[in-house]
């Protein structure tokens, strides 16, 4: 009988040993997760540190702490100048649209000889026009005499002048870009 109490005392002995071990590597675990928490947190809180001081730092001014009323008021003016820059750019833009329509955006030109016997291409009909097709049409006749230059006003792109064929070539040219 003996030897059964000293069994069953080391029986118990064993078993308080292997539920020691058992509760030691659950606390260890549970320290392991306790300790990879905690630096999860501490990055975390870093790099909110991080944001948090970047976002102060707007209301820094060489040092001094400026106020969230000075920050806004601020931010309201400098919209009014480039409001205002908007609106002169815009001004201008207009201007250079109105200035466009009227500038010379087409020009046809063709070249002939009038005469069979005198040699080359020499002479030539050149229209200038805007983007309302209106304009002008300069031919240049080289002859035996000399050069002459014609200037024929359009508009529309219909001359109320009697037009040579190039002339009307040149126009045409002019319209088509």
């Given amino acids: 009988m003996h030897n059964e109490s000293l069994c069953a005392i080391i029986g118990v002995e064993c078993l308080a040993k292997l539920l020691y071990n058992v509760v030691m590597q659950l606390i260890v675990i549970l320290l392991l997760l306790l300790v990879v928490s905690l630096a999860s947190l501490s990055f975390f809180l870093f790099f909110y540190y991080l944001k948090i001081n970047k976002l102060i730092g707007t209301f820094l001014e ?52 009038p005469f069979s016997d005198m040699g080359g291409n020499q002479s030539f009909a050149i229209s200038l026009l805007d983007s309302n097709n209106d304009g002008f049409v300069l031919s240049s006749l080289f002859i035996k005499e000399g050069n002459r230059v014609y200037a024929k006003a359009v508009i529309n792109g219909v001359s109320e002048h009697t037009l040579s064929n190039e002339e009307k070539q040149a126009i045409e040219r002019a319209i088509k870009k």
């Fill in 62 to 113: 060489k040092g001094k702490v400026r106020d969230v009323r000075e920050v806004l008021f601020s931010q309201i003016e400098k919209t009014k100048q480039i409001d205002l820059q908007l609106k002169e750019i815009d001004e201008k833009i207009r201007s250079l649209e109105d200035i466009a329509r009227v500038s010379v955006q087409k020009i046809g030109v063709v070249r002939f000889n």
